[in-house]
């Protein structure tokens, strides 16, 4: 999500046309005017820049940008992991009921991301893994990359050795990797619809990190591959089998331009209320809203919280045919372009309703204000965490997940009482 929000008081047209030049030649396109000040959508690399100490840029209290400085820490899929990583080991340490862990080391509560390596850094240990289940199949995705490119299935350790002489590193013990690389355990039992994967992509707001405040948007989709899943070995090449992006499935036999291969979010509830249950649903969707929220606290830490920062993330999740939800990866520029008439009503009413919290009533930025929105001005947003009402109301806690519930979110309806309960998290 890329905007600048900044006031500008033109002299001349022929000023104003240079400096929109200037603007779009540093990966700034405006989208909006009024007449004391305009919007601009602001690329990631533009963001580094503006931030940057070498470029000397300082942004006024009325301009906001629409990532923090170090959005990375969570949108880098190595750094991502790592810092969720980190986040449980901490817990451990200060004995949290939220870190513990089954008879077989497996947390809980904080087991939402698939079994992860960095490569070349981490072989050794992947080596080990590999060995404890040889059959298993793992997926390498480049750390820095987007809508699938350079993503490949594996189930052989052969395999690696090829992407190693390919990519020309000497040593997986070095760090002279050209490329840095992740390498996940693969969901192979994935939960279909009409025999076909697919995965969600949930549009999350955050206006702070310290304290934590983030929106849930509910407009979110599902993205289905167009050819059907098979776990067969023999199919580990076709991409169109295997991953969900749409800059991938638009270019298969198979693509429908129509609907785009897409289901909204309320479709997919509706479908699992009636082949699942209400009851399983609504866990479902709680345990989406908590992987969420510790995905965020796990970087929030170490987010650096400029006053002038919000950003909306795309958050990927898989289900899997047990209906457990994994957390794939957050992106920080979710594409805003439309392959369907639905997907331009979508991402209209996204970036209207993201404006509208990150500039309430249309008025001039400034980012000393409290970035606390009035609810009228929501839209399809809705509070998934609040810190600082939490500890305000003295409610903040962690949250132990009682057999048959899951933690939800404030306001969220026990399961096994069927009484609205206020939950929470610290």
């Known amino acids: 999500f890329r905007i600048m929000a900044g006031k500008v008081k033109w002299v001349t047209d022929i000023e104003k046309s240079v400096l929109i030049n200037n603007f779009e030649k540093r990966g700034w396109i405006q989208v909006a005017e009024n007449e004391d000040w305009n919007f601009y959508w602001m690329s990631v690399q533009t963001i580094r820049n503006v931030f940057s100490v070498e470029t000397g840029y300082r942004l006024s209290d009325d301009q906001i940008v629409n990532h923090f400085p170090n959005h990375y820490e969570l949108t880098r899929k190595d750094l991502m992991v790592k810092n969720i990583k980190r986040y449980r080991k901490e817990l ?20 939402f991301v698939p079994v992860t390596f960095m490569l070349p850094a981490d072989y050794n240990l992947f080596v080990e893994e590999f060995r404890k289940n040889p059959s298993s199949t793992w997926i390498m995705k480049p750390c820095g990359k987007a809508q699938g490119k350079g993503i490949f299935l594996i189930n052989k350790l052969s395999q690696i050795k090829k992407w190693s002489r390919d990519s020309k590193t000497s040593s997986f013990v070095s760090q002279s990797s050209k490329e840095a690389y992740v390498i996940s355990l693969y969901i192979n039992n994935p939960l279909l619809i009409g025999g076909k994967k697919f995965d969600l992509r949930l549009y999350v707001l955050v206006s702070t990190y310290r304290p934590l405040r983030c929106y849930m948007y509910k407009l979110g989709f599902c993205r289905f591959c167009t050819v059907k899943y098979t776990p067969s070995t023999s199919e580990l090449d076709n991409m169109f089998v295997h991953l969900t992006n749409v800059a991938i499935q638009k270019h298969g036999d198979d693509y429908n ?13 509706l479908y699992l209320e009636s082949t699942r249950g209400k009851e399983v649903t609504n866990k479902l969707f709680d345990e989406i809203h908590w992987i969420i929220v510790q995905s965020l606290k796990a970087v929030a830490p170490v987010m650096n919280n400029d006053k002038h920062c919000f950003e909306c993330y795309g958050y990927d999740i898989i289900i899997d045919d047990k209906l457990k939800p994994w957390l794939i990866e957050v992106n920080a520029s979710p594409s805003l372009t439309s392959s369907t008439a639905n997907d331009r009503i979508l991402k209209y009413n996204l970036i209207n309703d993201t404006l509208n919290i990150a500039v309430p009533n249309g008025e001039i930025p400034d980012c000393k204000w409290n970035k606390s929105p009035p609810k009228e001005v929501l839209g399809n947003y809705e509070v998934l965490y609040d810190e600082e009402m ?15 519930q899951s933690p939800g979110v404030k306001g969220s309806r026990a399961r ?4 609205p309960v206020l939950t929470t998290w610290k």
């Open 257 to 269: 331009h129509i609907h785009g291969g897409k289901w909204t979010v309320s479709n997919l509830r």
């Open 92 to 111: 451990e340490k200060e004995g949290s009921p939220l870190a513990e862990k089954d008879e077989n080391g497996k947390y809980i509560y904080l087991d």
């Open 390 to 404: 939490a500890q305000s109301d003295g409610t903040d806690r962690d949250l132990r997940a009682r057999p048959g």
């Open 416 to 419: 096994d009482s069927g009484k």
